[in-house]
């Protein structure tokens, strides 16, 4: 009994909005302390830093060891990805930076506890969640642009090599040029001396602007638009805020009340025939 009533202490120690805004600050500490370590700093000072870092690593390793306290099974924590996640940069933090063969390593995976971020806004996941589950369909749009892509650059390369070899001297070459067009890095020089030569050449650039800039580029602002909807959705869903939240109470509850009145039907069913 006192290991559950710990594990229900340590599950709304967890919970509480105050010690998750602690950790976010912490979280903020660690990226300034870390970037705190680039400047050229005096050796009071370095060991101030260092004694703030050690701090640092000792309040995550609490925070990871009170969130697997407080879980009901053990393994149960290491069976969501952001658990997993914040497990790994907790654990590589404590690699022991001086003395060590791998120093700049060590330093490098301090650098990636300001990503710890991510897992405790629940916003940030929700984007991060979005992102991953959209680049599977930007991916055939990004197939579909490198079509586009190299198309223009094999026709660009055989009209224009003769004018700026530097720009057009083959395809791959060409396409460097081209998605220096598609960013709008000076393009209009690039569109002016080719006209020079070939008046009627800005239909070339402008219908490839129009292509990868515009199509393309809002055809993906869509798929992650889209995904991210259903990524709010479903989390609205989980913890019943929202419009979504309240549809899925409601669906939930009206399952049930049609349940409930299936086994009273069954019921009245069985003592007519019985009369």
Same mark, same amino acid.
């Given at each position: ?10 599950? +709304?120690?967890? /919970?509480? +909005?105050? %010690?998750?805004?602690?950790? @976010? ?29 050690? $701090? ?5 390793? @609490?925070? &990871? ?19 997993? %996640? ?24 301090? @650098? $990636? ?19 991953? +589950? ?7 749009? =990004?197939?579909?642009?490198? @079509?586009?892509?190299? &198309? #223009?650059?094999?026709?660009?390369? %055989?009209?224009?090599? !003769?004018?700026?070899? =530097? ?59 889209? =995904?991210? /909807?259903?990524?709010?959705?479903? #989390? ?11 549809? !899925?109470?409601?669906?939930? !509850?009206?399952? /049930?009340?049609? /349940? ?16």
């Amino acid at each position: 009994m006192a290991v559950e009533q710990l594990k229900i202490e340590l599950f +709304k120690l967890h /919970q509480n +909005k105050l %010690f998750e805004l602690m950790v @976010i600050g912490i979280i903020v500490f660690s990226a300034l302390i870390t970037g705190a370590k680039t400047y050229d700093i005096g050796s009071t000072m370095a060991d101030v830093v260092a004694w703030m870092d050690m $701090f640092i690593t000792i309040f995550f390793l @609490i925070e &990871i060891l009170i969130r697997l306290a407080s879980e009901p099974r053990f393994f149960e924590f290491f069976s969501k990805g952001w658990n997993i %996640f914040d497990f790994i940069i907790v654990t590589a933090s404590l690699l022991p930076i001086e003395g060590n063969d791998s120093v700049l390593l060590a330093r490098l995976l301090r @650098i $990636f506890r300001v990503l710890r971020l991510v897992s405790v806004i629940p916003e940030l996941r929700i984007l991060i969640s979005a992102l991953i +589950k959209a680049l599977p369909r930007m991916g055939y749009i =990004v197939l579909l642009m490198f @079509i586009i892509f190299y &198309i #223009y650059a094999a026709i660009g390369s %055989f009209m224009f090599e !003769h004018i700026n070899p =530097v720009l057009w001297g083959n395809i791959s070459i060409a396409m460097l040029t081209l998605f220096r067009v598609a960013t709008f890095e000076d393009w209009t020089d690039i569109m002016y001396e080719t006209m020079a030569e070939f008046p009627l050449s800005w239909i070339f650039y402008l219908s490839f602007i129009f292509l990868t800039a515009f199509v393309f580029l809002n055809m993906m602002i869509g798929v992650i638009l889209d =995904v991210m /909807q259903r990524e709010h959705e479903e #989390y609205y869903r989980e913890t019943g805020e929202g419009e979504a939240g309240e549809v !899925h109470w409601i669906k939930e !509850h009206t399952e /049930q009340m049609e /349940q409930r009145l299936e086994r009273i039907e069954g019921l009245l069913v069985e003592n007519v025939m019985k009369k």
